[in-house]
């Protein structure tokens, strides 16, 4: 499984954030681009310990849900938890100049031994974890936008 902290896999996911543009249009879903990256970055931020999410609740036992999210392939058109949906429309630029440097901060960040953050769904998370979550998190809106 791809990590973001792997040189390749981070620098082809930073290629493809400069290949999106503001007026490009989802294949599926309704969030536009820089809501897109505004939904990418809670995700980071949250991996990060900057963002304190409340424990969700998830109708399956959470190591069950967080093996399936990590290991099984995501749905076209699943639904977005409340808590990382973007509800306003937001500055293109500066969410895509965010996400990269968030990127950075998560693949530079040591994964067995350094502090990471608490998941809403899933509870306490490995480094490990958090950068194949949000390796495959980025791979897929990436993907909604064609990019």
């Given amino acids: 499984m791809p990590l973001l ?30 809501q897109m990256l505004w939904h990418v970055n809670r995700v980071l931020s949250n991996a990060l310990d900057e963002y304190h999410p409340d424990l969700m609740h998830v109708p399956i036992p959470r190591g069950v849900a967080k093996f399936l999210t990590l290991n099984m ?13 973007a509800r306003d429309r937001y ?27 608490f998941s809403a769904a899933f ?12 390796a495959k998190h980025l791979n897929h809106h990436l993907k909604q936008f064609g990019v």
């Fill in 73 to 85: 392939p995501w749905p076209k058109n699943a639904p977005t938890q409340p808590l990382y949906a």
């Fill in 5 to 34: 902290h792997d040189p390749v896999v981070c620098g082809q996911i930073r290629a493809r954030l400069h290949k999106l543009g503001p007026d490009m249009r989802p294949q599926w879903g309704r969030m536009s681009a820089d």
């Fill in 123 to 134: 509870g306490q998370m490995t480094g490990r974890e958090w950068s194949r979550l949000n």
């Fill in 91 to 117: 500055s293109f630029e500066d969410e895509r100049h965010r996400c990269l440097a968030l990127i950075d901060a998560v693949a530079s960040r040591e994964l067995d031994t350094a502090s990471w953050g």
